[in-house]
């Protein structure tokens, strides 16, 4: 019997070692909420085929509207009504630092996602509508 409940407290004992372990494990810093976007490499080629013309921004806003205004905010500003709840900032649309990224890029963070940011390729199927959207993004520099 003694064996066993040896046998027991050496295994709760390996355990609980395993776990603190694993606790002081850095995390790398794109798998945390808010760190550096790693975007592979098809998606930082990708262009953008639709010129940024009226009917494009006119589809791109009414989508943004639907779908991405709640977080972002009308003007882009990451202030939309469901912002504060979120454990990540919203970075401003009109940052130059999100305006200097490629539209693969963009595309990639908005309908790929990570963390906060859903995945949006079983919300917005059209290629040519998730293109409308980067292009109402970028006008709103």
């Known amino acids: 019997m003694k064996s066993r409940l040896h046998d027991f407290i050496g295994s709760l004992l ?65 202030d939309g009504p469901k912002a504060g709840n979120m454990k990540t900032k919203i970075n401003s649309l009109k940052d130059s630092k999100f305006q200097a990224q490629s539209d693969g890029e963009i595309y990639f963070q908005s309908f790929v996602g990570r963390d906060e940011m859903p995945n949006f390729e079983k919300k917005i199927l059209e290629e040519e509508e998730r293109w409308a959207i980067i292009n109402f993004t970028r006008s709103l520099k």
Do not use: E, R, T
């Open 14 to 78: 390996v355990v609980g070692v395993l776990i603190c372990l694993l606790a002081f494990v850095a995390i790398p810093q794109d798998q945390k909420v808010g760190g550096a976007w790693v975007i592979p490499p098809k998606y930082k080629a990708m262009k953008n085929p639709l010129k940024g013309d009226a009917a494009s921004l006119n589809i791109g806003k009414m989508l943004y509207a639907k779908h991405c205004k709640s977080c972002h905010g009308a003007l882009g500003l990451g």
